[in-house]
Every structure is written in structure tokens, then in C-alpha cells.
């Protein structure tokens, strides 16, 4: 049996990274096996509860205010609006949705007030609810929480050096601390990354490592192919290679052996034979529906005929861990005042540039 190590070291994640694909795909689909059904894939919908108009700069996000991207915003939508669409995902076979809102943070008020309403819905629809809304404090974790929360998503996105040449409106340590502070809730948690932004390999080993180090691991890690948007900083960067997706996956399921690993963004660049090697190399997940977000995603359709091809099964919720109780009960909102998110502000040229480009037009 796979051993659980939170001692990694990044060598010998780059180790694996770099075996031979035939002999690393062999090693992940066994260590895949050991842990967890290989016949399941568990089909996740993504909502944008609030899109666009993000005071952020990450290099990769057609939804920052700052790029010209033709994106059109929404506020918040309403709860009757999400209950809707999740309504529909699940009859098209999905047991988790993640809501996703273009947020720096999140701030106190009556659009957290609606977001937790939301969760509480949703949550009765006996699905995995999931929420990405940028950084969170301890108290709003706990909000979270108790009204059914199932898992909090926040990635690292790269590895703690190459980040910096990707965002500059926030370091690396308020990720981890927004990790940190779902981890003192009931909350799952989830948090992956991005390949093809230009990073090395060392740099994808590097995220791993910081994955692979958490105590404990995530339960779940998205890996996503960057899409380059255009009027983003990275919209020149090339179309992420299918093989080193592959590797990518074969290298998480190795280091987290019992952590759900999620095929996300990029998939629509992937062929059907790419996606299987993904599954054989230990994904056991997608993300349904035309959009991820704001960028293309493969038809629900297709993805079901390829599960047919492949034997496979849609999971069914709460698989791996009991459906959250909702729990009403006020949090103290005391430590409101304290909070400070780091601005870093550091420079990067090409961001700096994509901005000024969105100004002039
Ligand atoms: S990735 Fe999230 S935080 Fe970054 S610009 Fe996009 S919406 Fe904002």
C-alpha cells in the first residue's frame, strides 16, 4: 500500500516528474488502484455566483478589471438563480458544484449573507458543496461551515518562487493562511494548480512539494492547463503540451496517494485519448458544462460518451466523508478588525503592460 508522506522533498518529486512516462503512468495508475475506484469519475460544475471586475492581477484571469478581456461581469447572483443551475447539474450527473466569485477577499455583509445562504441551499440538494471566493478569515470559514460547507477551494496556483512572477497583489503565505484557516473548520480542502504559465519543472515540483507538505493533505487538487485569454499577460504563452498534463497527474496522485486529484481547466485542448491517460494516470475528476468560469469546456455530452468508452461511472456525493450538517449558530465576529492581506506589490513587466494596454483601448 501507497504510503501517506508529508516529508517530500523536491527532488524526489522532480524524480518522479521526470521517470520515464510509460514507467510513471505505471507507478500513479497503481498507486490510483491501491486507493481509490479506478471506475468512478466524479463530474463537478462550476458556477460564477459573481464574475468579472477583479481588483486582482493575476497573470492568467480574464475576469481582473485591470486587462481587457471582453468578459461581462455580473453582480452577485441570486440564490434562486444558483439553486437553478446546480438543479441542472445534477440532473445531468454531477454530485459536486463549486461556486466561484471574483473576489479579492471575502468582506462581511450582504453579499457573504447571500453566498451563505447559498451554501445552505445547495447543501440540501444532497451535493458536495464547494465555494471559491478568494481569502478567507477563520470566522468566515467557520460561517461557512455551519451552513453545510463541504469543501473551501483556494489554490497555490504555482510553486512560492514562480507565483511571484504571476501576481503581485498578494504573496503566497495568504494563500497557506486561508488554507490554515478552513483547515480549523469541518471544511475540506482543496487547493491545486495551474501548468503552462511559463513555469519550470522544478516550479511544478515546487507546488507539490508545498501541497505535499500540508498536514494533512488536501482531499482534493485541481490541476488545470492554463487557457490564454487574450488581453491577459499570458495570453501569448503556448497551449500546455496533453503529455506534461499527463505527467502532472501521474506526479499528484503519486505524492498524494488518497487525495482526489481534478482534471479542471484546458480540457477542451485535450483529445479523448489525452483525457483517458489522465484517468489511467489517476484523475478522478472533471469539470461539467460549456464554461469553467469564463473559459471553454468540453459538452456535457461528449464527456459522458467517453465515460462510456471507458467503463467509467459518475461518483455519487459524499463518498469520502459524511454530508455536512447545517449548524445554526451565530460566530463572534471579532477579529473583523484585524485582518490585513498583504499587498506585495512587486513588479512584473508583462502584467504591468497588459494593464496599460486595457487603459489605452
Ligand atoms: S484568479 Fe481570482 S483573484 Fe485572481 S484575478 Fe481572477 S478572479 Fe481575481
Redesign the pocket.
Given at each position: 500500500m501507497s504510503d501517506v508522506r508529508h516529508n517530500w522533498t523536491k527532488e524526489e518529486i522532480l524524480e518522479i516528474y521526470n521517470r520515464p512516462l510509460i514507467d510513471l503512468i505505471y507507478q500513479s495508475a497503481s498507486v490510483h488502484r491501491e486507493n481509490h475506484d479506478p471506475t468512478e469519475v466524479q463530474v463537478s460544475t462550476l458556477i460564477s455566483i459573481k464574475t468579472?471586475g477583479?481588483?486582482?492581477?493575476?497573470g492568467?484571469?480574464?475576469?481582473?478589471a485591470r486587462y481587457s478581456t471582453g468578459i461581462e461581469g455580473n453582480d452577485l447572483m441570486s440564490v434562486n438563480q444558483v439553486k437553478a443551475q446546480a438543479l441542472r447539474a445534477r440532473e445531468s450527473g454531477s454530485s459536486r458544484i463549486c461556486m466561484?466569485?471574483?473576489?479579492?477577499n471575502v468582506k462581511e455583509g450582504k453579499d457573504f449573507d447571500q453566498v451563505v445562504e447559498m451554501v445552505e441551499t445547495l447543501n440540501k440538494l444532497d451535493v458536495e458543496v464547494c465555494c471559491?471566493l478568494?481569502m478567507l478569515t477563520e470566522n468566515q470559514a467557520k460561517r461557512l461551515s455551519n451552513a453545510g460547507l463541504y469543501a473551501y477551494n483556494h489554490n497555490l496556483d504555482s510553486s512560492e518562487d514562480y507565483y511571484k512572477e504571476v501576481?503581485s497583489?498578494?504573496a503566497y503565505d495568504d494563500r497557506l493562511k486561508t488554507i490554515d484557516n478552513v483547515r480549523k473548520t469541518n471544511v475540506t480542502v482543496c487547493s491545486g494548480g495551474i501548468i503552462g504559465m511559463g513555469e519550470s519543472a522544478e516550479d511544478r515540483a515546487g507546488m507539490l512539494l508545498s501541497l505535499s507538505t500540508m498536514v494533512p493533505h488536501p482531499e482534493s487538487t485541481p490541476i488545470n492547463a492554463l487557457v490564454p485569454v487574450e488581453g491577459t499577460p499570458l495570453e501569448e504563452q503556448e497551449t500546455t503540451s496533453v503529455w506534461d498534463m499527463i505527467r502532472m497527474v501521474a506526479t499528484t496522485r503519486i505524492v498524494l496517494p488518497k487525495t482526489m486529484v481534478r482534471l479542471s481547466a484546458g480540457r477542451t485542448e485535450m483529445s479523448k485519448e489525452g483525457q483517458a491517460m489522465c484517468f489511467l494516470a489517476g484523475a478522478g475528476s472533471i469539470f461539467a458544462g460549456d464554461k469553467l468560469?469564463t473559459t471553454p469546456n468540453p459538452d456535457i455530452n461528449e464527456d459522458m460518451k467517453l465515460f462510456e468508452i471507458l467503463g467509467l461511472k459518475p461518483r455519487k456525493p459524499y463518498k469520502k466523508g459524511d454530508k455536512p450538517k447545517i449548524i445554526k449558530e451565530e460566530v463572534p465576529l471579532s477579529e473583523r478588525k484585524d485582518l490585513k492581506w498583504t499587498r506585495p506589490k512587486h513588479k512584473i513587466e508583462r502584467n504591468i503592460k497588459a494593464s496599460k494596454k486595457h487603459r489605452a483601448d
Open positions: 468579472g477583479c481588483p486582482e492581477d493575476c492568467y484571469c480574464p475576469q481582473a466561484g466569485a471574483a473576489w479579492r471559491t478568494g501576481i497583489t498578494r468560469l
